[in-house]
């Protein structure tokens, strides 16, 4: 199977810490013993640090977009450097160089690749593109919620949800760039829109990330309680 993982920012370089790094590349490099994978780190803090620093001194958002794409390819250089031989020695730069590079045999690791979006369209986008099985968005959110956890006690978490009432949920999430939501906007609708099968889930711990493609891959089980929200068409 062949599977797209985004992993936030806000996970992998929370504190810029290698033991971070570390524990994914071991649970990437068990991961690629059953499937081939392709991971899109996001830029998570020093990406919206940089992004406020370069907006006060008259950046634009595009501008800005541009700064947020070069932290998370930094992240993906890290994580790469983490994986030793198992990974690509570079992160691709857009979509198609990163379908070129899937036949190398070994981990693809890449971060942004043009403005107005998120990591997690970029990893949407590549999982209908490259073909890919299943797309799983790690972020710091344990799923997708009815409302903003956050700010709203009320909010539920959904099990299980369909692209549709994905979409309606993230859709007034705002648009800027370094903002926060749990799935962006424009990810959302191309989940729709291709009929991807999904899982956002907390990927504080890469071993859940290990056990949610596990447990999605078998299936065995349908009482089973799965980690994160399932999107399903
Ligand atoms: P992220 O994907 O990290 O955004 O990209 P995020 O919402 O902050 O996610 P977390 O916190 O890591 O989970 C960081 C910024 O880089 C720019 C955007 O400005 C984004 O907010 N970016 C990223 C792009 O413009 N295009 C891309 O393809 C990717």
């Known amino acids: 199977m062949l599977i797209v993982?985004?992993?936030?920012?806000?996970?992998l370089a929370k504190e810029l810490n290698p033991d971070s790094f570390r524990g994914y590349a071991d649970a990437l490099k068990e991961l690629a013993k059953e499937h081939e994978i392709v991971i899109v780190t996001g830029g998570g803090a020093s990406a919206r640090d940089y992004i406020n620093v370069a907006r006060s001194t008259g950046a634009n958002?595009?501008?800005?977009?541009?700064?947020?794409?070069?932290?998370t390819r930094l992240n993906a250089k890290l994580l790469i450097s983490a994986l030793g031989d198992a990974a690509y020695p570079e992160p691709p730069k857009d979509y198609k160089e990163a379908q070129e590079k899937l036949s190398s045999g070994k981990i693809l690791v890449m971060g942004g690749v043009i403005p107005g979006q998120t990591t997690d369209a970029v990893a949407a986008i590549l999982t209908e593109y490259l073909g890919a099985n299943l797309l799983v968005i790690a972020t710091a959110v344990d799923g997708v919620y009815s409302a903003d956890p956050r700010k709203d006690p009320d909010a539920v978490k959904y099990e299980t949800m369909t692209a549709k009432e994905l979409v309606s949920t993230v859709m007034t999430t705002e648009m800027k760039a370094g903002s926060k939501s749990p799935v962006d906007p424009l990810a959302a609708k191309i989940i729709e829109r291709c009929n991807i099968e999904t899982i956002v889930m907390d990927g504080s711990?890469?071993?859940?990330?290990?056990?949610?493609?596990?447990?999605?891959n078998g299936k065995t089980d349908k009482k089973a309680v799965y980690l994160g929200t399932r999107i399903i068409n």
Not at 207 to 215: C, P, S, T, Y
């Open 205 to 216: 711990d890469p071993q859940d990330v290990l056990k949610a493609i596990r447990d999605e």
């Open 5 to 11: 993982l985004s992993v936030g920012g806000s996970i």
């Open 61 to 71: 958002e595009v501008e800005c977009d541009y700064i947020g794409i070069d932290i």
